[in-house]
């Protein structure tokens, strides 16, 4: 299931490329807005703590799921689909087979 | 200059750990309230990641600097009055030798 780039043609490169950089820009807005509303809460310096903590956690997992890398594009976006960060439509224009792989990775 | 916890009077831990606490609830506030002001300024997740920096050097600095351990008080002491986290008139009643030490180191 995984490729290599030149398994990519040069459209669905863009097509990709701008799918990536929207669900970024979506998912890293929502965790602006999450530690807006997170810091409202906080009371004491164990909260402060708990939300470090939290950062910890999101920053590594972006920083993983947003290494741009053709040969795990297949899973990235099928993962980025399943949370709800991108659409299979906004992936229109690359090709049946793809589409196919994700949507079908997306929905375990 | 490092002492041992024998070499404190009841009294004297009595108002060395009372001071300790007053120092840290006024830092670990402090530290909140920069957070919350610190956090009206992110508009791109670059300055999350940066406060996330900022919040790993303070937890690391604040964890170490607050561990209670008599062998270290004329230094954690003398640090805490140099950073204005503590007055020396409120570390009252303890050993006026002690006093002056954390004074001297304070003013280094």
Redesign the interface.
């Known amino acids: 299931m995984q490729g290599t780039e030149t398994d990519w043609s040069e459209v669905e490169k863009q097509i990709a490329q701008k799918a990536f950089h929207t669900a970024y820009k979506r998912e ?1 807005t929502a ?2 807005n999450e ?2 509303e997170k ?1 409202n809460l ?4 164990e ?3 708990q ?2 903590d939290y ?2 956690a999101k ?1 590594h997992e ?1 920083d993983g799921k947003y290494d741009f890398d053709y040969s795990a594009f297949i899973f990235v976006f099928a993962r980025l689909i399943k949370d709800k960060w991108l659409s299979l439509d906004e992936l229109s224009g690359i090709a049946a087979d793809k589409l196919s792989k994700m949507s079908a990775l997306s929905r375990m």
């Open positions: 890293t965790l602006i530690i807006c810091i906080v009371t004491e310096i909260d402060v703590w939300l470090h950062l910890s920053r972006i």
